[in-house]
Nanobody
Framework: QVQLVESGGGLVQAGGSLRLSCEASGRTFSTYTMAWFRQAPGKEREFVAG????????SYADSVKGRFAISRDNAKNTVYLEMNSLKPEDTANYYC?????????????????WGQGTQVTVSS
C-alpha cells in the first residue's frame, strides 16, 4: 500500500511557475513508477508526465514538453513536477499516481495508487 499526498498547487498568472510535490508513505517508494495526471472541469483525466523507478527515464505529454519537468528523490519518497511558462489551459486538478510495474505508461489504468489532487489555476 502506498499513500500519496500532493502539495504546491495554487493561483498563478500566465507565464508564471509552480512546483508540485507528492510525498509517498512506505519504504518501497523506489519500486514504483510515478506519474502526474491532470483533470480540468468537463474534461477527461490526461497524462502529464511520468518517471521511472530510478529516475533515469521520463515521459511527457506533448502539451507540456519543454515547459514541465518531472523528477524524484527516492531518499525523500517524493516526486516533483516543476511547471514553467504556465498557460491558462494548464488549469486543472493535478494528481500524483504510483504504479508497481516497471513500464512507464500513459494510461491511468496502469496506476494503482492516487493522491487526492492539488488545484492549479492559471489566470490570463
Amino acid at each position: 500500500q502506498v499513500q500519496l499526498v500532493e502539495s504546491g498547487g495554487g493561483l498563478v498568472q500566465a507565464g508564471g511557475s509552480l512546483r508540485l510535490s507528492c510525498e509517498a508513505s512506505g519504504r518501497t517508494f523506489s519500486t514504483y513508477t510515478m506519474a502526474w495526471f491532470r483533470q480540468a472541469p468537463g474534461k477527461e483525466r490526461e497524462f502529464v508526465a511520468g518517471i521511472s523507478r530510478s529516475g533515469t527515464v521520463t515521459s511527457y505529454a506533448d502539451s507540456v514538453k519543454g515547459r514541465f519537468a518531472i523528477s524524484r528523490d527516492n531518499a525523500k519518497n517524493t516526486v516533483y513536477l516543476e511547471m514553467n511558462s504556465l498557460k491558462p489551459e494548464d488549469t486543472a486538478n493535478y494528481y500524483c499516481a504510483a504504479a508497481p510495474e516497471a513500464v512507464l505508461g500513459r494510461s491511468g489504468r496502469l496506476y494503482d495508487y492516487w493522491g487526492q489532487g492539488t488545484q492549479v489555476t492559471v489566470s490570463s
